[in-house]
């Protein structure tokens, strides 16, 4: 078992790292909650492997639980959602010493979070995140939202769980899109951070040394995320910097309406462009861009996509959170490992 604690003083929480903890959620919960309802927001995909299981565990417990099941997807995390789980909410007489549960990636984490966040001015909530990319990033650092038809997460908060809850053994049920899904945001702790562990990646050669290796890949990436949301909790300065390649990734999910790309593929994508663009300025190391195409290929991941309509991304670039009084912060690399913040524009990206 792996444990690592995000220390943000009377905010703190563990990040508890154990491959069968799904059996044990229980016994985690009893350590850290001790109302009575629970209020379990998951998926179908989710549900259908662990929602009854973990109801039960809960139930067995003594706890009066309510599980709610959601359609799987990106369009899932929207403001239409809102008011069917606030509804579910009111029916269960749910209160702020009650307890909400995410059970599944990360669109039930950060819409559950959002919930949480809003719903009475703020009730608790624990994250049990089952994908990859939840389970390395978004479940860690209390970012929550909801999305809007012109963009991503532009309507969130920030706003904590009380504990984040880790069992690899989970991911073994994830289809092999997912997995690579998750493994680009992976990628962008050693782009970003750790050139050392990139190298380690590009090492693995297959989906079992992955595997075998899972415990310790999940550690480090949640080990630097918790060292950088400590050092920059809302996101003004170095937390930025966990969005390499996230600009323009974002802008192309939203350009293709959240169908064709998953969010790590359009992730992987703005990770090797935004790297050849700053290449071509001058500003990164040459070959770093070579080097994150051919890890991307290794681990199944795309690296380029041809859009007929520039001017719609650049729209979209123009809306991200990170563009403020018309000065764009963009997260570029000097070398693998090592990152930096620069201050452009949208014609960074034309």
């Known amino acids: 078992m792996e444990e690592l604690v995000v220390d943000l003083k009377e905010r703190s929480y563990p990040i508890i790292i154990k491959k069968g903890l799904i059996d044990e959620i229980n016994l985690e919960i009893s350590k850290i909650y001790k109302g009575k309802k629970i209020f379990i927001l998951t998926d179908k995909n ?54 909400i549960i995410t059970l599944g990636g990360g669109v039930i984490g950060d819409l559950g979070g959002f919930v949480a966040s809003t719903f009475l001015r703020g009730v608790p909530f624990v994250q049990i995140p089952t994908s990859l990319l939840a389970q390395v990033d978004s479940s860690v650092g209390g970012k929550v939202a909801v999305d809007l038809e012109r963009g991503k997460n532009l309507v969130g908060s920030f706003y904590h769980p009380k504990l984040v809850l880790i069992d690899p053994n989970v991911l073994e049920t994830l289809s092999d899109r997912f997995f690579t899904d998750g493994m680009a945001e992976v990628i962008k702790y050693g782009c970003i951070k750790d050139k050392e562990f990139f190298y380690f990646l590009k090492s693995l050669k297959t989906k079992k040394e992955v595997m075998n290796n899972i415990e310790k890949i999940i550690h480090k990436c949640c080990f630097i995320k918790k060292c950088v949301v400590e050092n920059d909790e809302k996101d003004t300065g170095e937390r930025m910097l966990l969005n390499f390649g996230h600009t323009l990734g974002h802008a192309i999910e ?16 703005g990770m090797y462009e935004i790297s050849k663009i700053s290449e071509e300025k001058g500003i990164s190391e040459k070959g770093i861009s070579q080097d994150i195409k051919e890890i991307l290929i290794q681990y199944g991941l795309p690296y380029e996509v041809e859009i007929e309509d520039n001017s719609k991304i650049l729209d979209t670039i123009s809306l991200d ?7 764009l912060k963009v997260v570029l690399l000097k070398r693998i490992g090592d990152s930096f913040l620069e201050k452009t524009d ?5």
């Open 321 to 327: 959170k990170k563009n403020i009084d018309n000065v």
């Open 46 to 99: 989710v549900d259908a492997h662990y929602g009854d299981k973990i109801k039960s565990n809960l139930v067995n417990e003594g706890y009066n639980v309510k599980l709610m099941v959601l359609e799987p997807g990106e369009e899932t995390k929207s403001f239409n959602t809102l008011p069917l789980i606030y509804n579910e909410l009111l029916d269960f007489k749910f209160t702020r010493s009650d307890l």
């Open 254 to 269: 939203t350009y293709y309406n959240f169908k064709k790309f998953t969010h790590g593929e359009a992730v992987a994508i």
């Open 346 to 350: 949208v014609k960074f990206f034309s």
